[in-house]
């Protein structure tokens, strides 16, 4: 029923800021209980979790993504959205928005931790 849709650049500079939105139909981001997450694949790797903002509002990050990212909602378009400053190559991924009924603190991602996931969209960061 509920429905995510990640849409951003696929082509970004390093040094450059990404920024990716979370449209989400289906459901309403400040019903509780839910954490709405970004999480990424970068080539040949796990699935890694950026950060979350719950229902309430609450914005939660991994230590690794804490100094340089930011998540933000706008509840009257039912988005939530990603920024991700000072990229480099490093962070050329499949990134994904998700919904849980948690938020995971483990490294270690599963699918089946989130109930719903968008299909994912392409960044590449290249000069």
């Known amino acids: 029923q509920v429905q995510l849709q990640e849409s951003g650049p696929g082509l970004v500079k390093p040094s450059q800021t990404l920024s990716l939105t979370c449209t989400v139909s289906g459901g309403t981001i400040t019903t509780n209980y839910y954490y709405w997450t970004w999480i990424r694949q970068s080539p040949g790797k796990d699935l890694e979790r950026i950060a979350a903002i719950a229902s309430s509002g609450s914005t939660f990050y991994r230590p690794s993504f804490e100094d340089r990212s930011s998540i933000t909602r706008d509840t009257s378009t039912n988005q939530f959205a990603l920024n991700l400053r000072s990229v480099t190559p490093d962070d050329t991924a499949v990134y994904y928005c998700?919904?849980?009924?948690?938020?995971?603190?483990?490294?270690?991602?599963?699918?089946?931790?989130?109930?719903?996931w968008g299909k994912g969209t392409q960044v590449t960061v290249a000069p």
């Open positions: 998700a919904r849980g009924s948690k938020c995971y603190y483990s490294d270690y991602v599963t699918r089946e931790e989130y109930d719903s």
